[in-house]
């Protein structure tokens, strides 16, 4: 189990005439990962996820806040002894096209780290072999065909399978998906998407999804935990359907209703709410982040932050929580 | 500026080819399709489907080692663009046929201002009145939710995605083409500027009278503007019709495979399927029989020889050899 609480990250960029400027990420973002779990992040590009998501990784410091993995603060770890504790957390590429070393074949790019695991666990190169065609088989590719082969003459939904298979060879609890299919052929996403779904099933690993695509965030972890993040902040957070089919804060409510409506198939909901303004990082940090773009603010909204309160499964960090009717309905045929 | 009303576009059995080291392979492989004046038409297909060579030659533009092999692309008021050559295609581009290309976020010049590339386009097409065009382009950009003025005076680098995507928009509709080709119009764009810029099209596409084409490898961006709904795969349009119907109820088995596959809001999550297999590349593009038939369910002996031909039957085109008879019973209710 994994637990990060109050979780900040703020980028500086270097100064200039006008002087140094500082972008925070993250302001102070807790959630908990269960053991075979499933924990998605959705929002907009520039809204810390990816930043989140590699934190979580290890691969990412963070200002303030803690992450307990298993009951031990990694703050109290010197950073090379936080290294066995962050193996076990595995980041799955967004692009597999660049995920890959192109020099290298499959056998060797999964043949790195196995060996590392081999040395670790007192086995030898029989079991290596093995191992790599068992990950390959898992991930749903023949073997034989793949090893020998370089990342280009694989097709993308194949090679982010490898990149999944690659991650794996470190028998890692908790994967860390993010805008895993973006890349991949329409046809192809679903694939993908069911084979995390299936190791979550069968691996017992947690999942942990990063993505701006609500619909996948409920194939893959309809039973899990849905975290709504709009600047750094976590603005509405609950079991995943529960927040899609009731969202309270109208941030929650802007992306669900600029899902687009697959006409024919399904009917717009009745209430879809559109944002005032496009986003933009120079809005004020006073008040309530969303405030600017909200088409229900109140004066109170630009004066005072709201802080997430919950009603014990689903919390929200909005002064005027409203429920809503967003998402499309199915057509009656 | 004339006002000329929206043109319709009539392609016919269009093949391009692309040339390889393996020979000249087929991109498109006898393409027909129409897109009634006035309508918003949106092509979906993924990769190597085909979609951006058909949308190029819209504008006689595919590059070597590319070619249009065979067929024609009827377009009103311009005649067969595919004979159109030099000055006379130059022409074409930009004053009749507005194109926004496939990253239109990347595609401006970074070392000009947006209204320095708009003045470099109105002279290339003999504008005599530059300050008009300008102001145009002000009243566009405006009608975007953009500050028309701040946004002429800005290089590429102080927009964000989004106000470069309308930026794009502009530069189709600025020079009062009437028919538009948007490639990929909202890729790479975040889910509410991607609302907000198909709003926009919709919206523009009414107020100005324009016979739009979209092209598209994501359903719910061609499910949610397009009247009109061509799915491509392997170089050919496997079904065609109007959007509602041909989503409601699909008739060919890729068609219904790709919907299957998209995971929803509404309904059961689970009832989402994968597709089996994978899109074919220039090189596997099978060269006898039907191009889907190695991921169909419904393989039948013939769809191994014979490349179905498309068969119309009320305002649907379907090119499969396994649902184009009448007797065949269509059960839609599955996919509702």
């Not at chain 1, 193996?87 to 070393?101: G, V």
């Not at chain 1, 750094?232 to 995943?240: C, L, M, W, Y």
């Not at chain 2, 190029?56 to 249009?68: D, E, K, Y």
Request: with cysteine; glycine share 10%; proline share 7%.
């Amino acid at each position: 189990m994994i637990t990060a609480s109050g979780i900040t990250k703020t980028y500086k960029q270097r100064g200039n005439m006008l002087g140094a400027r500082a972008v925070p990420a993250l302001r102070g973002v807790d959630f908990t990962i269960e053991k075979g779990g499933a924990v998605t992040f959705i929002g907009e590009s520039g809204c810390g996820k990816t930043t989140l998501g590699r934190i979580v990784a290890g691969l990412e410091t963070y200002d303030s806040g803690d992450i307990v993995i298993d009951g031990t603060p990694m703050s109290s770890l010197k950073p090379r002894h936080r290294q066995p504790f962050f193996r076990r957390i595995q980041l799955i590429h967004q692009d597999p096209y660049s995920a890959l070393n192109p020099t290298r074949t499959i056998h060797q790019t999964l043949a790195a780290p196995l060996a590392l695991r081999a040395k670790q666990t007192g086995r030898g190169k029989a079991w290596m072999e093995e191992r790599a065609r068992e990950l390959l088989a898992l991930v749903g590719i023949d073997p034989g065909y793949v090893l020998p082969r370089y990342p280009h003459q694989l097709s993308g939904g194949m090679r982010q399978r490898v990149v999944i298979a690659r991650a794996l060879t470190v028998d890692p609890e908790v994967l860390v998906a993010d805008e895993s299919v973006s890349m991949i052929d329409v046809s192809l996403r679903l694939g993908v998407l069911a084979l995390l779904k299936d190791l979550r099933e069968r691996l017992d690993v947690s999942v942990l999804f990063i993505t701006h695509d609500i619909a996948t965030a409920r194939y893959i972890g309809g039973d899990g935990e849905l975290y709504v993040i709009y600047r750094g902040q976590v603005v509405e957070s609950g079991p995943t359907e529960r927040v899609i089919s009731g969202p309270v804060h109208p941030y929650t409510q802007s992306l669900l209703s600029a899902i687009p409506v697959l006409h024919g198939v399904e009917r717009p909901g009745p209430e879809r709410v559109v944002p005032t303004e496009a986003l933009n990082e120079a809005h004020s940090d006073t008040g309530c982040l969303f405030a600017r773009r909200c088409p229900f603010r109140t004066d109170r909204c630009e004066a005072e932050l709201p802080a997430l309160v919950s009603d014990g499964e689903q919390a929200h960090a909005c002064l005027h929580p409203q429920r809503r009717n967003v998402i499309p309905v199915e057509a009656v045929a | 500026m004339t006002r000329t009303s929206a043109p319709g576009v009539r392609v016919k059995d269009l093949t391009v080819v692309y040339k390889t080291p393996a020979g000249e392979l087929p991109a498109l492989g006898g393409v027909s399709l129409s897109l009634a004046p006035g309508t918003i038409t949106g092509i979906v297909g993924e990769s190597g489907s085909g979609k951006s060579t058909l949308a190029l030659s819209l504008l006689n533009a595919v590059q070597p080692p590319g070619r249009i092999k065979e067929g024609s692309v009827e377009i009103d008021g311009l005649g067969n663009v595919v004979e159109l050559t030099g000055e006379e295609l130059r022409r074409a581009r930009g004053r009749q046929v507005g194109y926004v290309f496939q990253a239109a976020q990347n595609s401006l010049n970074p070392l000009k201002t947006v209204g320095k590339q708009l003045l470099d386009l109105g002279r290339s097409h003999d504008f005599d009145d530059l300050p008009a065009l300008l102001k145009d382009a002000r009243a566009l950009l405006g009608r975007m939710g953009l500050d028309g003025g701040r946004v002429l005076d800005s290089y590429q680098h102080e927009l964000s995605g989004g106000m470069r995507q309308r930026v794009g928009i502009m530069f189709a509709l600025v020079l009062n083409a009437h028919l538009v080709v948007l490639d990929e119009p909202t890729t790479a764009l975040d889910m509410i500027t991607q609302a907000a810029i198909l709003k926009i099209v919709r919206d523009v596409h009414h107020e100005r009278g324009l016979t739009t084409l979209i092209i598209t490898h994501d359903m719910g961006v061609a499910a949610e503007v397009t009247d009109s709904l061509a799915v491509m795969y392997g170089g050919r349009v496997v079904e065609h019709g109007p959007t509602t119907e041909v989503l409601g109820s699909p008739r060919h088995p890729y068609t219904k495979g790709l919907i299957r596959a998209i995971p929803r809001l509404s309904g059961d999550i689970d009832e989402a399927r994968a597709l089996p297999g994978r899109p074919p590349t220039l090189g596997t593009i099978p060269k006898q029989g039907c191009v889907f038939r190695e991921r169909c369910p419904m393989r039948i002996a013939v769809c191994d020889t014979v490349d179905p031909e498309p068969v119309t039957r009320d305002a649907r085109t379907v090119a499969c050899h396994a649902v184009g008879r009448p007797a065949t019973p269509i059960v839609p209710k599955e996919y509702v």
